[in-house]
């Protein structure tokens, strides 16, 4: 889907070295109302999504688990919980305004001890191989520049029987559904980013990104493509989001 | 996607939620939890077929639907016995008659019934924050008047009634009589099993149709009890 020259941010192409730029600055816009426009935006439906992530998951006690793009940390505070004192939660992202912010809430909210921090960039992963049981991106992928290179490298870091999740926003499968959906996400959702958090381009990029990123077949082929075993998807919300996953076998 | 018996999600995260906030409402029984930190429990509520795994946390639980590996311990009972046996200082009961099954670790079973038995939330320092102190005291003050006239009432009503039923109409026997009654009838019960003890002992003597020498008659009172004993002692060991 990207020649080696130009990549996709939203509907615009750019240069493959000045996406990961611009999908900084749209972090960084938002970051201070991140929880708040998720929220809104998905009116708290978002937590689900991420809760069924965390039990799809299969984390038990004791187990490592790496969360890219982790945002304000919201995959990571459940995976905290499960692998207790005896596990490891590592929370990631790429843009330090988004991590500073995830870990402020985490420390906020009593999660500490087996959580780490580090700002790493998900195409090239920071940590030996085979040392994660979990990798899990959510709403991370679809701004990587190269996709295919962050699933190589998530199979990478998990240990033979490890499992990587994908949740991320995906195409309805019901054609009303998908009027709806893009109505909502083309007037409503900019809308909203302009009164909230000021900046609409910002979640005029989201949708133009959400609506750009592989659909659940491609992705799975991908996730294939990266060396994942025993791939499936799973459906949420009609299909505005699915949750991909893959072993390491 | 999700197993049968596994409550759905929005459900759970809404109980989390209320839960917490619950948590949240006594900050020092809350942080007891501290101890129980990374454990998994699963409750299973009988009659429904639901299961709910509870991992808690620093100050609060987490509530899942699925786990992938086996719980520290099991609490399996229907949901009013469990709240019973959460509320109640008395766990004893639920759990001799049988109506919560535990399994696994029984001490963190016990650990957590202590927390969930343990909260006490300040309700007046919670109604504080709305009405200011000085009213939120006074609230306080009229529901524990309330609280000790409710109690003092009900402690002179049983009292009345008892002093009624045992002195007055003489319906019920009076605490020592019942105490002597009782003593007389342990004392009853003692001579029966004696006379039984003495009745199988002729019995045997005349069967062999001679006098039993090795157990010549005893020439004390003393002697008659050992003797006794000795005959409860081998039928306590048929």
Known sequence: MTDEKTTNFGYQKVPVEEKA????????????RYDLMNDLMSLGIHRLWKRQTVELAGVRRGQRVLDLAAGTGD???????????????????INSAMLARGRARLVDVGVSGNVHFAQVDAEALPFSASH?????????????THKQRALEEMFRVLRPGGRALVLEFSHPESPPLRKVY???????????????????????????????HPNQE?????????GFERCDFFNLSGGIVAIHRGYRL | MSEGGSVPD??????????????????????????LQGRVILIELAGFGTRVYVVPGDGGLQLFGDYAGEPDCVLYGTPLALARMGVSGQREDQLFSGEVRIAGDTHLAQAFGNFLGGLEVDWEEQLSRLLGDAAAHQVGVQVQS???WGRRTSDIL??????????????????????????????????????????????????????????????????RVDMQRATYRDRAGE
């Open chain 2, 158 to 223: 049983t009292q009345d009634i008892q002093e009624y039923l045992q002195e007055e109409a003489r319906l019920l026997p009076g605490r020592y009589e019942t105490r002597a009654f009782l003593d007389d009838v342990d004392r009853l019960r003692d001579d029966v099993d004696r006379l039984a003890a003495r009745v199988e002992r002729l019995a045997n003597a005349l069967g062999e149709g001679r006098p039993d020498r090795e157990t010549p008659a005893p020439e004390s009172d003393a002697q």
């Open chain 1, 21 to 32: 730029g611009r999908v900084r600055a749209v972090f960084d816009s938002v970051a201070s």
């Open chain 2, 10 to 35: 929005a459900v759970l995260a809404t109980l989390e939620t209320v839960v917490n906030y619950y948590l949240s409402l006594d900050p020092e029984g809350a942080a007891r939890l501290g101890d």
């Open chain 1, 132 to 144: 994660f049981d979990c990798v899990s991106i959510g709403f991370g992928l679809r701004n990587v």
């Open chain 1, 182 to 212: 893009d109505l909502y996400s083309f007037s409503a959702l900019p809308l909203l980013g302009r009164l909230i958090a000021g900046d609409a381009d910002s979640y005029r990029y989201l949708a133009e990104s959400i609506r750009m």
């Open chain 1, 218 to 226: 491609t992705l799975l082929g991908m996730m294939e493509q990266a």
């Open chain 2, 146 to 148: 309330v609280e000790r």
């Open chain 1, 75 to 93: 995959l990571s505070e459940r995976f905290a919980g499960i692998v207790g004192k005896g596990g490891e939660v590592v929370v990631t992202d």
